[in-house]
């Protein structure tokens, strides 16, 4: 049942493993809510699911994780990611009966003040979604990307000429965090060097020389790729597609307007938009990035 907001007293505080299942039910409820709303696929399928990531999270020693409360039931949660200089925010969800109140808006100030100093704020926003999106604008994030998540496998058979498309190594990581500094202004080298050890990331090289990476093309929340030129994403894309046995995920900014018409071509399938927002310092990539869920 809905509360009055007038009688409502809510209180923030920091998450503890106590408030896993509550929060892994009030992602799902909220983020299914709105996704049956615009008859799009829901990023997190089942309650099991959320959960886990809520268990992830507020046992991150790296994430900042809040919840709401309203008569000491958990109501709301959200999320700070501190592994990077550029810090990120998600996912924010507040249970069904209790939005429309304000919640939302105190746990992003929240999440705001404990980032201060940072290299800058950013998120990655559903785009069907007007609340979330007004929300994050009259904080002061800025819309800076438009985003599709795009899924399948090229039709292109991988020809190698001269370039080699492998999994990555540990060594390759140094050489990963360089091109995305050239490329974003920022590095991402822990969630590389994590990627080499829990999922599979792949890169192609021309000669002994890394022109692209991803690391994980499978899974897009979790995936970002970097390459210098369109040509070497591409060529990324129709060899990683050679390589793995899943389809392949990936958020793709439609400012890559060639790559985004090439994929049409390939045959991959558009399945939502997403709105890349920032707040602090950005710099415009010089290069080819698709970023992960987070930032
Ligand atoms: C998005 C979400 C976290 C927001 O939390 P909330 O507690 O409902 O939001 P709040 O009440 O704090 O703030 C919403 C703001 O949007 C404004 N808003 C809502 N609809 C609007 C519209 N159509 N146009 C302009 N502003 C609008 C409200 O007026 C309010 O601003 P105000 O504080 O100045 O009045 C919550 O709705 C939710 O959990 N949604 C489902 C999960 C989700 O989508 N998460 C975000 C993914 S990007």
């Not at 592994?83 to 304000?102: E, L, N, T």
Request: with cysteine; aromatic share 10%.
């Amino acid at each position: 049942m809905a509360k009055s907001s007038k009688k409502m007293k809510v209180q923030i505080r920091p998450a503890t493993p106590a408030d896993v299942e509550a929060c892994g039910r009030i992602i799902f409820e909220s983020f299914n809510e709105v996704s049956k709303q615009h008859n799009f696929p829901c990023d997190f399928p089942s309650v099991k699911i959320s959960t886990q990531l809520a268990g992830l999270l507020i046992n991150d020693s790296l994430v900042f994780s809040i919840v709401a409360e309203v008569d000491g039931s958990v109501v709301g949660c959200n999320f700070l990611h501190e592994r990077h200089p550029i810090r990120s925010v998600g996912p924010i969800s507040i249970a069904p009966d209790f939005q429309s109140r304000g919640i939302g808006r105190r746990l992003m100030i929240k999440i705001m003040d404990r980032a201060q100093g940072s290299l800058g704020i950013r998120l990655i926003q559903e785009t069907q979604n007007i609340v979330s999106i007004a929300l994050y604008t009259s904080l002061g994030f800025d819309i800076k990307d438009s985003l599709f998540l795009i899924k399948g496998k090229p039709k292109t058979p991988f020809q190698k000429n001269g370039i080699d498309v492998r999994p990555l190594a540990l060594e390759d990581v140094k050489i990963c965090t360089k091109i995305c500094l050239e490329v974003c202004g920022f590095e991402r080298s822990q969630e590389v060097e994590n990627a080499v050890k829990y999922s599979s990331p792949f890169a192609a090289f021309h000669g002994n020389r890394l022109i692209a990476y991803s690391s994980s093309m499978t899974m897009w929340m979790t995936n970002h790729c970097v390459a210098k030129t369109e040509e070497d994403m591409k060529t990324l894309i129709v060899g990683t597609g050679n390589l793995s046995s899943e389809p392949l995920s990936f958020l793709l900014p439609v400012r890559h307007v060639n790559i985004f018409r090439w994929c049409m071509t390939e045959g991959f399938r558009i399945y939502k938009p997403f709105t890349l927002m920032a707040m602090g310092k950005y710099i415009e990539p010089n290069g080819i990035y698709f970023p992960s869920a987070n930032f």
